[in-house]
C-alpha cells in the first residue's frame, strides 16, 4: 500500500496558492454543516511515520477550521488511570458527539504496531488485536460515525533526512527524542507490520489513505480534500448504511420450555436462615473486595430482570458489603441527550471502573436486545448486530481483570402481579408502580423470547449469564451474594 506515496509527490509552481483558500474556505462550510445537522460524527485517525507531517496537519486542520468545534486528542503511554481499564476505554472517552469532528492523533492502531515491532508480540495476537479493531470500526460505522483513516508515509531516506532537518534546528530539535532515533533503527520492520495492518483493516467503511509526507503542501492539500470529501460523503440526515452481523436468533422451541420457565420458582428461604446467611457473605464480599487480589481487578455487576424482580433490594445487600468510598451503582433509564450524541456503547464504556472499585449496573447495555428490540425502539440490524459488539465489549473487559457477573433475576407473571398490586396499596411504594409496567406486562411472551434469545447469544465463557429464580427475594438476595463471592474468588 505504500509503493505510491514513495513516488515523492510534488505540486505544480503556485498551486497550493491557487487551491488552499478555496479549500479552506469549503471545509469550514462542511464543518459548519455538519454542525447544523448535528446527525453524524467523524472521527479522524492520524497515524504513519514519524516526521511525515502528522502534527502539521492537525494544527493546519485547527487553523483551516473553526477549532471549537473539533475536538483533538493526543495519545501516548496510557495514563495510571488508564492503564487500569481495557485499552479501548480511552479512545471510547474521546469520540466526539454528532456534529463534531473529532481527531485522534495516535490511535487504537498504535499500540498493536509498537508491541509486534518493539515488544515481539506473536503474530497471533497482532491479528487478533487488528480483527477487535475491524469490530470496532465497523460498530462505529453502523452507529452513524464518518471514519477518516489517514496515514502519513515516508521512505527511508525521506524520513532519514526529515529527523536530520528537524534534530539540527534548534526550534525543532525537541520534536526528535530517542524514541523516534530508536524507531528508525526498525524502519523495515515498522513498514512490514504497518502495511500488514493497514492491508487487514482497510475496509468498505473503514479504509485506509495513505498520503506521501514527504512534501509539505502537497501533503496538506491531500490531507485537506479527503478531509473535505468525509464531510461532504453523506447529505445531512442521513444514516449510515447498516453493516449487520447476522446473528442467528435461535426460534422458540416446538414444546413451549426454555431457560426462564423451567426454573424452580418455588425455592424459598427461612427468613431466620436469610438472616444469619445475608450477614455471613456480607462479611464475606467486605473480606474480597479488600483483598490483595481486587488490587489488580475491579467488579463489575449486572442486574436486569423483569419490572418488580427485586432488583433494586439486591443491590442494596450487595451495597451495604461494600466501602462506599469504592463503588458506584449506575441506573440506566432512557438515554440522555448527551448518550444518543454518542454511539450506544459510549455510555457504558465511560462508567468502567478503575482497579480495586466496583461498579453495578441497574439495568445495562442489555437494554438494546431487550426493551428497544421489543418496544421497535432499534432496527432489527442494530439490535441484531449488538449481540457480537457486546460479546466483544464483556471480552475486553475481562482481558482487562474485570471480575464481571450478569444477573437475570427471574419472576413469574402470578409474582409479578401479586407485587404490582401490592405496591399500588401500599403508599410508600407507590412510586414504584407506573403505567409503563402494566404496559409493559402485556407484552410479557415477547419480552419472554428476547430474554432467552440473549441468554443464547451472549452467555460466554468470560461472562456467562445467572439466572436466578427470585420469586422469593430472600433467596434471591442470597444466591446474588453467594455467586459474587464464588466467583471473586474463583479469579485467578
Given at each position: 500500500m505504500f509503493e505510491s506515496a514513495e513516488i515523492g509527490h510534488r505540486l505544480e509552481k503556485g498551486q497550493y496558492k491557487r487551491e488552499e483558500p478555496a479549500l479552506r474556505q469549503s471545509l469550514l462550510e462542511a464543518q459548519y454543516e455538519l454542525l447544523r445537522a448535528a446527525h453524524i460524527p467523524v472521527v479522524v485517525l492520524v497515524a504513519g511515520a514519524d516526521g511525515a507531517g502528522k502534527g502539521e496537519t492537525v494544527n493546519l486542520f485547527n487553523q483551516w477550521m473553526d477549532p471549537r468545534h473539533i475536538h483533538a486528542h493526543a495519545f501516548g503511554q496510557p495514563t495510571e488511570e488508564e492503564a487500569e481499564r481495557p485499552p479501548m476505554w480511552r479512545f471510547w472517552q474521546a469520540l466526539p458527539p454528532k456534529g463534531r469532528i473529532g481527531i485522534l492523533f495516535g490511535s487504537w492502531y498504535t499500540q498493536p504496531i509498537l508491541d509486534r515491532v518493539m515488544h515481539g508480540s506473536k503474530r497471533a495476537e497482532f491479528e487478533r488485536e487488528l480483527e477487535r479493531i475491524r469490530r470496532l470500526e465497523t460498530m462505529l460505522a453502523a452507529e452513524g460515525t464518518v471514519l477518516v483513516k489517514l496515514w502519513f508515509h515516508l521512505s527511508r531516506s525521506a524520513q532519514r533526512d526529515r529527523l536530520k532537518?528537524?534534530?539540527?534546528?534548534?526550534?525543532?530539535?525537541?520534536?526528535?527524542?530517542?524514541?523516534?532515533?530508536?524507531?528508525?533503527?526498525?524502519?523495515?520492520?515498522?513498514?512490514?507490520?504497518?502495511?500488514?495492518?493497514?492491508?487487514?483493516?482497510?475496509?468498505?467503511?473503514?479504509?485506509?489513505?495513505?498520503?506521501?509526507?514527504?512534501?509539505?503542501?502537497?501533503?496538506?492539500?491531500?490531507?485537506?480534500?479527503?478531509?473535505?470529501?468525509?464531510?461532504?460523503?453523506?447529505?445531512?440526515?442521513?444514516?449510515?448504511?447498516?453493516?449487520v452481523s447476522?446473528?442467528?436468533?435461535?426460534?422458540?422451541?416446538?414444546?413451549?420450555?426454555?431457560?426462564?420457565?423451567?426454573?424452580?420458582?418455588t425455592a424459598t428461604l427461612p427468613r431466620k436462615k436469610y438472616s444469619k446467611k445475608l450477614e455471613s457473605l456480607q462479611g464475606r464480599l467486605a473480606l474480597l473486595m479488600r483483598s490483595k487480589k481486587m488490587r489488580r481487578r475491579s467488579l463489575i455487576v449486572v442486574f436486569e430482570g423483569m419490572d418488580a424482580a427485586g432488583k433494586g433490594s439486591a443491590i442494596r445487600r450487595v451495597t451495604q458489603a461494600?466501602?462506599?468510598?469504592?463503588?458506584?451503582?449506575?441506573?440506566?433509564?432512557?438515554?440522555?441527550?448527551?448518550?444518543?450524541?454518542?454511539?450506544?456503547?459510549?455510555?457504558?464504556?465511560?462508567?468502567?471502573?478503575?482497579?480495586?472499585?466496583?461498579?453495578?449496573?441497574?439495568?445495562?447495555?442489555?437494554?438494546?436486545?431487550?426493551?428497544?428490540?421489543?418496544?421497535?425502539?432499534?432496527?432489527?440490524?442494530?439490535?441484531?448486530?449488538a449481540y457480537s459488539e457486546i460479546n466483544d465489549f464483556e471480552s475486553q473487559l475481562a482481558e482487562s481483570g474485570t471480575v464481571l457477573l450478569k444477573f437475570w433475576l427471574a419472576i413469574t407473571p402470578e409474582?409479578?402481579?401479586?407485587?404490582?398490586?401490592?405496591?399500588?396499596?401500599?403508599?410508600?411504594?407507590?412510586?414504584?408502580?407506573?403505567?409503563?409496567?402494566?404496559?409493559?406486562?402485556?407484552?410479557?411472551?415477547?419480552?419472554?423470547?428476547?430474554?432467552?434469545?440473549?441468554?443464547?447469544?451472549?452467555?460466554?465463557?468470560?461472562?456467562?449469564?445467572?439466572?436466578?429464580?427470585?420469586?422469593?427475594?430472600?433467596?434471591?438476595?442470597?444466591?446474588?451474594?453467594r455467586r459474587i463471592c464464588e466467583r471473586i474468588e474463583a479469579a485467578p
Open positions: 532537518k528537524l534534530s539540527s534546528d534548534k526550534r525543532t530539535a525537541w520534536r526528535v527524542t530517542s524514541v523516534e532515533r530508536k524507531r528508525f533503527k526498525h524502519f523495515d520492520e515498522f513498514r512490514e507490520t504497518s502495511e500488514e495492518a493497514l492491508r487487514m483493516t482497510s475496509t468498505g467503511v473503514a479504509p485506509w489513505q495513505v498520503i506521501d509526507g514527504s512534501d509539505d503542501e502537497y501533503r496538506a492539500l491531500t490531507a485537506g480534500n479527503l478531509l473535505l470529501d468525509a464531510l461532504r460523503c453523506r447529505p445531512a440526515g442521513s444514516a449510515a448504511p447498516p453493516t447476522q446473528t442467528a436468533v435461535a426460534k422458540p422451541p416446538i414444546d413451549g420450555r426454555d431457560l426462564l420457565n423451567t426454573l424452580d420458582y461494600l466501602d462506599a468510598r469504592s463503588y458506584h451503582v449506575i441506573p440506566i433509564a432512557a438515554p440522555t441527550d448527551e448518550e444518543r450524541a454518542q454511539p450506544y456503547l459510549w455510555r457504558f464504556w465511560r462508567h468502567i471502573p478503575r482497579h480495586d472499585a466496583a461498579v453495578i449496573f441497574d439495568r445495562s447495555w442489555y437494554g438494546r436486545v431487550l426493551v428497544e428490540r421489543v418496544e421497535g425502539f432499534a432496527a432489527e440490524p442494530d439490535w441484531m448486530r409474582e409479578q402481579l401479586r407485587r404490582f398490586k401490592e405496591r399500588e396499596e401500599i403508599p410508600f411504594k407507590r412510586f414504584k408502580i407506573t403505567q409503563e409496567d402494566w404496559r409493559n406486562r402485556d407484552k410479557w411472551p415477547e419480552y419472554e423470547r428476547a430474554v432467552c434469545d440473549m441468554i443464547e447469544q451472549t452467555s460466554t465463557d468470560v461472562a456467562p449469564w445467572d439466572l436466578i429464580a427470585a420469586n422469593d427475594k430472600l433467596h434471591a438476595r442470597v444466591e446474588v451474594l
